[in-house]
């Protein structure tokens, strides 16, 4: 996946130059958190005699939005004293001055990161039938089935971490072999050493687009009684089974790895000659996320 960035959407700089206060913090835009659900429902009652028959269903879409305008769209410029000590090369920095000295003179430091954001939803299904009937005139019965359904939570743009694997080779495992053979110790023999397990995604493998594996729904049953003792006095007695619900107003996305920092490089010879200024901190672009 490659991130481009829109410069419509660009917020303020963060600028601090060593000891002195933040000269400007980021904007934050409309960077924080929102959810939205949409819910469809219907209801029907039926009288029958001393029955009271009701059917009903329920429907949400719910949905959570995170960073769609992060901080970072900006970068974080932060000036020191690497490139303005004198009058000699090796002359010790001064205790306050240089940093900002570093700003007037427009030699940037600092980077820029990538920062992942997410657009995740679930759906959900409810239905249920019940029937409130009189056994007597003081005895009434309620009966109800209710079922529902907690569908997958996903991310729009697939940026979620599915799980780690414990079996799967590190892209690291031989270069860390060969380091352990040199020096082994002896509770751990080197051929015995392995190093294996990673991060998976979503999407990826055979894995589907949740870190969650489906399930066929709950059925919950309801019962309740009443029983009029006299004029004032009601004896209720009532058993069912209720889930609560983890959807995506409960879900935090795990997205590592889909970030990506950029190191702001303003010399390449030692401050011989600049390649880097305010006016364009990252001249050769800033580095692409790609999983």
């Not at 900002?100 to 239905?127: C, D, E, H, R």
């Not at 019965?141 to 907690?150: A, C, T, V």
């Amino acid at each position: 996946m490659t991130r481009l960035l829109d410069s419509r959407k660009a917020t303020v700089p963060r600028i601090r130059a060593g000891a002195y206060s933040t000269l400007s913090n980021w904007e934050d835009g409309d960077g924080t958190n929102s959810a939205l659900t949409h819910t469809w429902s219907a209801d029907l009652t039926k009288m029958k005699g001393v029955h009271r028959l009701r059917v009903g269903v329920d429907v949400r879409l719910l949905k959570t939005f995170g960073n769609r305008n992060p901080l970072s769209l900006s970068p974080d410029l932060n000036f020191s004293t690497t490139y303005t000590r004198g009058p000699l090369d090796n002359s010790p920095s001064a205790p306050i001055g240089q940093e900002l000295a570093t700003m007037l003179v427009g030699i940037p430091q600092g980077s820029m990161t990538t920062t992942a954001s997410y657009a995740t939803q679930n759906k959900y299904i409810g239905l249920y039938f019940q029937d409130d009937f009189k056994l007597t005139s003081r005895l009434s019965l309620n009966l109800g089935l209710r079922y529902e359904k907690h569908f997958r939570v996903i991310e729009r743009y697939d940026r979620l971490v599915a799980g780690y694997d414990f079996d799967t080779p590190s892209p690291i495992e031989a270069q860390a072999k060969a380091n352990y053979a040199r020096s082994p110790i002896p509770e751990l023999p080197a051929a015995a050493f392995s190093a294996r397990g990673g991060l998976t995604f979503v999407n990826q493998g055979g894995r589907g687009r949740s870190p969650y594996d489906n399930d066929g729904g709950q059925w919950l049953p309801r019962a309740g009684l009443a029983y009029q003792i006299n004029a004032n006095t009601v004896l209720r007695s009532g058993y069912g089974i209720y889930f609560d619900t983890i959807g995506v107003d409960r879900f935090l996305p795990i997205q590592t790895g889909f970030s990506q920092e950029t190191p702001i490089q303003a010399s390449l010879d030692s401050g011989v000659t600049y390649i880097a200024t305010l006016a364009n901190p990252f001249p050769n672009g800033l580095c692409q996320l790609t999983l």
